[in-house]
Structure formats: C-alpha cells, structure tokens
C-alpha cells in the first residue's frame, strides 16, 4: 500500500508540475499594454503580482529586492514590475501612492494595496511583504504546503511516523 502511495503521488507531482507555469523571476513591463497583457493573459491558475515603481520614490528599490526575493520562493507567481510613468497615472499617484502592489488572479484584481511605505516603511523586506500578502489572502502559506509538493521530494525533516 506504502508503494502505492508512494507512486501515485510521484504522478500527481509529475502531472502538477506540467500544469503550472514556472516564473521564479521578475518580468520588466515596458507599457501599458504590457500590463495589461501579463494580468490578462497569465494561465487561468497563476497569480500575478505587478509592483509600480520610480527609480526615486521612497521604498521602491527596497521593495523590489524583496519582491526578487519573494519570485525564488514562489516559482509559480509571476512577479512584474513597471514604472507609473509608463502608465499615465496623475502626478499625485506617483508623489504620494508608491510603491503599489496589484494582484490579479484569473484576470481579476485580487489585491490593490498602495503607498506601501506607509505599511512596511523605507526599508521594505521579502518576508514581511510575505506575510502580509499571507495575511490578505493574496499567497499561500508555503509552511502549510507539504514539503514534497514544493519541491517533488520529500525532506529529511518531515516525519510522518507519530
């Protein structure tokens, strides 16, 4: 029976990775319409987070580096990022609401969270943006996943035997 466990999670691992897109990068979005393009146009099961950034703006080089960290740790995501110049937002967006998350899950916004130094201030890190989308219901809880679905095989301190 052990075997058989064994082998039938072994395929719905094999067939999970087949369905799902792996990103573990951020993309650069270089216009509208590609913003428009990676929260449209993503499989139906992908989340998709979009940072909007100014090289200048409080918070945003910080917060980018943990979003690069955040794409490692969740491959299935696909983390963007574009510059609110190359979106036509009003002066006061870019002065006053930066940096700003969206995220889109099926086409839909799932999250808009913006002037995100507010929340984290200056110094923004990966986890902390990890358990605040955690907390927004944006991402899944990785420690609630088990381990061999992360990574296709199981690690040495996973212990089932109670």
Do not use: W
């Not at 216009?31 to 703006?57: H, P």
């Not at 690069?68 to 510059?83: D, H, I």
């Not at 420690?143 to 996973?158: M, Y």
């Amino acid at each position: 029976m052990a075997e058989y466990l064994e082998k039938r999670m072994k395929e719905l691992i094999r067939s999970r990775k087949k369905s799902c897109n792996v990103f573990g990068r951020i993309f650069e979005l270089d216009s509208a319409d590609a913003f428009l393009d990676s929260a449209d146009n993503v499989s139906k099961t992908a989340l998709v987070l979009i940072l909007l950034y100014e090289d200048r703006a409080p918070g945003c080089a910080s917060m980018k580096n943990a979003l690069q960290y955040l794409a490692t740790e969740y491959p299935t995501v696909k983390f963007c990022q574009v510059k609110s110049s190359k979106l036509n937002v009003s002066m006061k967006f870019k002065t006053s609401g930066l940096p700003a998350l969206l995220a889109y899950r099926n086409g839909d916004l799932v999250g808009n969270y913006v002037d995100l130094v507010k929340e984290f201030g200056e110094e923004i890190y990966g986890s902390d943006v990890e358990s605040f989308l955690i907390e927004h219901g944006v991402l899944q809880d990785r420690t609630l996943v088990p381990s061999i679905l992360r990574t296709g095989k199981q690690t040495s301190n996973d212990d089932d035997s109670d």
